[in-house]
């Protein structure tokens, strides 16, 4: 015999309980079928919710239970059933809804719902579903009997969570078994009945228990449990979009996953299953075909060291410490005592090995009778002063890695621990049982569907890591960059497993979000439709969204953004930061980004903020790193001013070489921090500090070759004054000429000095041959001592500026 049991969603509508009764069909060519049905979806819910109301004398429980019986005729009379059938149908509902009614008459008269009368309530889900079932089987000339659970399945009488009491109740079954041979039954699940004949329910998803129940009191061949996914899946598919089914697991692995929230199965299933070897199959009702999971006592060796993910929220810690614990046995057996007595079911276990503390997980709501029970259990220890008041600390969840092959390799709770750190996963609290079956975490219940991606990605993505953008200031460059990403998008893929997706872009103006990734060829004109948002607001936004891999990409020159690092930094978003503000800020602030983002494991790179796209700061840091020593540096650091420099010979005005150097997107926003030396001075600034220099802005000498009037008023008087001293510049390039050398703007540092200003270069000097926009520096080290390492090449122009940010973003992905 086989058992099939069909979830909510599997008779939730006609269309539904058509493909439960195609698939109990065919299983009948193997034999007689035992069908589990549970309630319509929904259901369960509606009709508590109607005692609740009749119990606060609402009458509009009597709407809801018209809108559930209209439901269920609807149901009938789209199974297109026979005269007969249906008037047995119609008749059956009928019945069972003026029973509804008289029992919420009752409800409100008492005034009360009590647990005995809401499982009687309830249980009308079921069974209105199996009789409709078993008249649709009828139909079709099958010789089948609608068994009723409340006589076959004996518990005790806890309501709405009743024991089973498994010999009663198979003696039952196999008594029925006997009455009915060789003819398939109809049962409604999650219902039984105590030694009174009180209806009890088996707790919420108690139809995959019932189910259970039978089949091991009937020997079945097999379980099957039929519902809405296609398996026992490696994390819960409404959190991970890359979740797949599991093909096999053991009895151990099923029952730790469904434990730790896996809602496809209902905890206590394994265990009747289990105890007789029966296969259970976890199967989709809505796609027959796929293979589903196989949950069974040895299943053939697979590779995989991790099975699958599973979560529960709602999680609740409570902490019993005290230096009166020490050597004191007892402590542990009277807190469990404590909450026993209240029947609070403990879900996590964790002890210092000082004994000084001894930690619990329970469910938040039974936070407040467990803090009351465990302080009055300990009141005489907490007025002595030998043990703390419990700390319930609230808004938790518990994650857990399972997986029968995790005993056998080691490093899988480094590899845990590591990929939450990198993401700012704190962990709260840890258990694992000696079987290293399953390995458990407390967490923030907030950080939950990051860390369940996190995990999924580390543990069953090897081969593909997603990170996350978030870019403020698609402007030039900006826009270039986005070019980039949507050109590269399937290289990143296919050669570096890096999927990169743009969740959120925002300028001034606008912000356009999408979780799932952008579309990176319509951004312009959706962007431009997007609401309002401040910087402040994109910040939270961020941190709010809480996305594994997040990278935080600012490609303004903002110093209001530049003020977001931290707080993104200190939420493990990494940084990649084309704008030079942050770095060439304040040596404090500058040092406390550079530790935040060594303390919470976030990346903070700008490799742009000198060079454009050249690898100037990170040559810098990997002469440093591998423990030599920068003692002088010389460098042409302005891409603008170089291009100004080497288009200028006196028969242009100098104004127009610098517009035309505005036009074509070698200039800062405002040009007059290149052609002030500022913007040097910053990038030399940067340079000193990333080796090793303590040195504020103040401290650099700038040697400006402008007449002061032309960095009086705005940018457009900026250029009337450079046009009213074109005599200055002539004059400066004549002297260069004269002397047989060109014009340079040069950065130097040596000895903790630095130094900007524009300079003669001679010929034969490294800088002299530089043309057009060009960059390049010199680094004398203890290593490079009479020949320099020199980094040459262009230094300025959105797409090169573009693809040093590009680069960045990659390292900061980790790769």
């Not at 409340?150 to 029925?176: C, H, K, Y």
Request: glycine residues 8%.
């Amino acid at each position: 015999m086989q058992v099939l049991k069909f979830g909510g969603t599997s008779v939730a509508s006609a269309e539904s309980i058509e493909k439960s009764a195609a698939i109990a069909l065919r299983a009948l060519d193997e034999g007689p079928v035992v069908v589990v049905v549970s309630a319509m979806g929904g259901t369960t819910d509606a009709l508590i919710k109607a005692g609740q109301l009749a119990a606060a004398d609402d009458p509009a429980y009597q709407e809801i239970l018209q809108q559930l019986e209209q439901r269920h005729l609807l149901a009938a009379e789209q199974l297109r059933l026979p005269p007969a059938p249906m008037d047995t149908a119609v008749a059956l509902i009928t019945d069972d809804f003026l029973e509804l009614h008289r029992l919420g008459s009752g409800i409100t008269a008492l005034g009360e719902l009590s647990g005995r009368t809401l499982d009687r309530l309830v249980s009308y889900g079921e069974l209105l579903v199996s009789r409709l079932f078993q008249v649709y089987f009828h139909s079709f000339w099958l010789d089948t009997v609608w068994a009723d659970a409340r006589q076959l399945i004996r518990t005790n009488s806890r309501f709405g969570n009743a024991e089973v009491d498994v010999d009663a109740t198979e003696q039952r079954v196999r008594a029925f078994q006997a009455r009915h041979p060789d003819v398939s039954w109809v049962v409604p699940g999650f219902i039984a009945a105590d030694a009174q004949g009180n209806t009890t329910t088996l707790g919420r998803g108690g139809s995959d228990y019932t189910a259970a129940l039978l089949a091991a009191a009937l020997g079945a061949e097999k379980l099957e449990i039929w519902t809405d996914v296609s398996g026992m899946m490696t994390a819960d598919p409404r959190l991970v979009r890359s979740a797949r089914p599991i093909p096999r697991l053991s009895y151990q692995e099923a029952m730790e996953l469904s434990h730790f929230g896996a809602k496809v199965l209902y905890p206590p299933t394994i265990q009747p299953v289990m105890r007789r070897g029966i296969p259970l199959w976890i199967k989709n009702t809505f796609a027959p075909a796929d293979p589903g999971t196989l949950v069974e006592l040895a299943p053939p060796p697979t590779a995989a060291v991790v099975q699958g993910i599973s979560s529960i929220g709602s999680l609740a810690l409570l902490n019993l410490e005290g230096s009166g614990m020490v050597g004191i046995p007892g402590f542990s057996k009277r807190l469990f005592a404590a909450l026993a007595r209240e029947r609070i079911n403990v879900v996590l276990i964790t002890q210092s090995s000082s004994e000084h503390s001894i930690c619990v997980g329970v469910s938040e709501a039974d936070t407040a009778p467990a803090r009351a029970a465990v302080d009055a259990e300990f009141a005489a220890e907490i007025a002595a002063g030998r043990i703390e008041p419990l700390r319930p600390e609230t808004g938790l969840a518990i994650v857990a890695l399972v997986g029968d092959n995790m005993k056998d390799h080691p490093g899988i709770s480094g590899k845990l621990f590591g990929a939450l750190g990198q993401n700012g996963v704190n962990i709260r609290a840890i258990a694992q049982g000696a079987s290293e079956k399953n390995i458990s975490t407390v967490i923030r219940a907030a950080d939950v569907r990051k860390a369940i991606n996190v995990l999924h990605e580390a543990f069953f993505e090897a081969t593909v890591k997603q990170v996350n953008l978030f870019l403020l200031g698609p402007g030039n460059v900006g826009s270039k960059l986005l070019g980039q990403l949507a050109q590269q998008q399937a290289h990143l893929l296919e050669k570096l497993g890096l999927q990169v997706r743009v969740v959120a872009i925002a300028n001034s103006r606008h912000c356009l979000v999408h979780e799932t990734g952008l579309d990176l060829a319509a951004w312009p004109a959706e962007l431009a439709q997007a609401p309002a948002q401040t910087l402040a607001e994109f910040t939270q936004l961020i941190i709010g969204r809480n996305l594994r891999n997040s990278i935080f990409v600012d490609v303004t020159a903002n110093p209001a953004a530049a003020g977001c690092y931290a707080d993104l930094l200190a939420k493990s978003v990494a940084v990649v930061a084309c704008n030079k503000v942050a770095c060439s800020s304040d040596y404090a602030h500058y040092a406390r980004l550079k530790s935040l983002s060594k303390e919470f494991n976030a990346s903070f790179l700008f490799e742009t903020n000198v060079g454009a796209g050249l690898p100037i700061i990170g040559t810098l840091n990997d002469l440093t790193r591998s423990g030599d020593v920068v003692r002088r540096m010389e460098a042409v650091l302005s891409g603008t001013l170089n291009f100004v420099f080497n288009h200028y010979d006196g028969r242009r005005p100098f104004a127009e070489v610098v517009r035309q150097a505005q036009t074509e997107g070698y200039t800062e926003p405002d040009p007059r921090l290149d052609l002030s030396g500022s913007d040097v001075a910053r990038k030399i600034l940067i340079l000193a500090r990333e080796a090793g220099e303590v040195m504020e802005m103040a401290d650099i000498a700038i040697d400006s070759f402008l007449p002061p009037a032309c960095l009086e008023g705005d940018v457009e008087a900026f250029y009337t004054q450079m046009a009213a001293h074109e005599a200055h510049f002539r004059a400066l390039y004549d002297a260069a000429t004269a002397a047989g050398t060109r014009l340079k703007f040069v950065a130097r540092y040596a000895n903790g000095q630095a130094a900007v200003g524009l300079q003669k270069v001679a010929p034969g000097h490294d800088l002299y041959d530089l043309r057009g926009k060009d960059n390049v520096v010199l680094f004398y080290t203890d290593r490079y001592v009479e020949q320099p390492l020199v980094v040459k090449g262009a230094g300025a122009g959105a797409e090169v500026t573009a693809s040093g940010v590009f680069a960045d973003i990659v390292r900061a992905a980790g790769l």
